[in-house]
């Protein structure tokens, strides 16, 4: 399962911010890899430089194999936060396509 994190020019990111998130999502999907061929995390600050509630906003897509790509979107006050739900958002919606395959 590859796992790709993008970010806008607002998000200060580095290199140990972005091997914690993989971690984290390769933790969390451990379950569905077998299915996953890659993972997307596009993270952005909504409001840029200013500041705002609600305003980092994570977008994450997963490609199935043999279907079409899940997409889901969360926002939060911290890019953590923001990923954090997504993840739950994106177990959420593979457990319902996959157990749905299952039952067929």
Request: proline residues 2%; hydrophobic residues 30%.
């Given at each position: 399962m590859e796992i790709q994190i993008n970010t806008d020019h607002t998000i200060r990111e580095n290199e140990a911010s972005r091997e914690e998130f993989i971690k984290l999502i390769r933790i969390e999907f451990k379950n569905f890899s077998?299915?996953?061929t890659r993972i997307e995390v596009h993270i952005t600050?909504?409001?840029?430089?200013?500041?705002?509630?609600?305003?980092?906003?994570?977008?994450?897509?997963?490609?199935?194999?043999?279907?079409?790509?899940i997409a889901v979107t969360n926002h939060s006050n911290t890019?953590?936060?923001?990923?954090?739900?997504?993840?739950?958002?994106?177990k959420h919606s593979l457990d319902s396509i996959l157990g749905a395959l299952k039952n067929h």
């Open positions: 077998q299915h996953i600050d909504e409001n840029g430089n200013k500041n705002g509630q609600m305003d980092k906003k994570c977008l994450m897509e997963a490609r199935i194999e043999g279907r079409q790509p890019e953590a936060l923001a990923l954090d739900g997504a993840i739950e958002k994106l």
